[in-house]
Each structure stands twice: as C-alpha cells, then as structure tokens.
C-alpha cells in the first residue's frame, strides 16, 4: 500500500521559506509522477507544483520563481522549498503520487491515486 506523508509546514511571515518534505513508501511501480497542491479554506484543491518521471518539472503562475520542487530518488522523498512567501500562500499542502510518466492534467489534482494527510502553511503579513 502507498503511504505517502508530509512535514515541513509551520507559521512564517511574509518573505520568510519553508520547506516542505513527503515521504513516500510502498511504492512498486517503476514510473510515477507527484505533484504539491493546496487547498485554502472555501477554495478548491489546485496544483502548486508538479514533477515528472523524468524529472520535468512544472509550476503554476504564482509560484514561479519561489518554489522549487524536487525529488531525492534515494530517499523516495519529495521537496517543496518555499521562498519569499505571500500571505495569500496560506492553505493546506498536499502530496500526491500517480503511476505513469506524466500527469494527462497538467497541474490538476484530477487521476492521482495516492494523497498524503496534508501539512498546514500559514504566511502572515
């Protein structure tokens, strides 16, 4: 059974970074893609960040250039560094992990499989 669970969320202020961490375990496929989402309260779920197989990457518009999302391959776990961050940054950030190369959806959250708990972000002004 895929678990996958993250860490790393906490309260900062604007301009301050966090990372995030999503430990993934269980895994028996040889190709998956993963994805950061996030949901603030009355909105719905929308993609932040998401990696490929291969490692290609893609961002929403909002967070070019102040996250970056990687995956340490040794560890089965998968980063979210959060740089210079926004009040409007604030939501519940979720980790989630999809067999195949890459995501049909571009960085919807529809066809993943596997979610993790989510980890709370709250950036204050």
């Known amino acids: 059974q895929v678990q996958l669970v993250e860490s790393g969320g906490g309260s900062v202020q604007a301009g301050g970074s966090l990372r995030l961490s999503c430990a993934a375990s269980?895994?028996?496929?040889?190709?998956?893609?993963m994805g950061w989402f996030r949901q603030a309260p009355g909105k719905e779920r929308g993609g932040v960040a998401t990696?490929?197989?291969?490692?290609?990457?893609r961002y929403a518009d909002s967070v070019k250039g102040r996250f970056t999302i990687s995956k340490d391959y040794a560890k089965n776990t998968l980063y979210l560094q959060m740089n210079s961050l926004k009040p409007e940054d604030t939501a519940m950030y979720y980790c989630?992990?999809?067999?195949?190369?890459?995501?049909?959806?571009?960085?919807?959250?529809?066809?993943?499989?596997?979610w993790g708990q989510g980890t709370q972000v709250t950036v204050s002004s």
């Open positions: 989630a992990a999809e067999q195949g190369n890459r995501s049909p959806y571009g960085l919807g959250p529809w066809g993943y499989h596997y």
């Open positions: 269980g895994y028996t496929y040889r190709s998956y893609y």
């Open positions: 990696i490929d197989s291969d490692g290609s990457t």
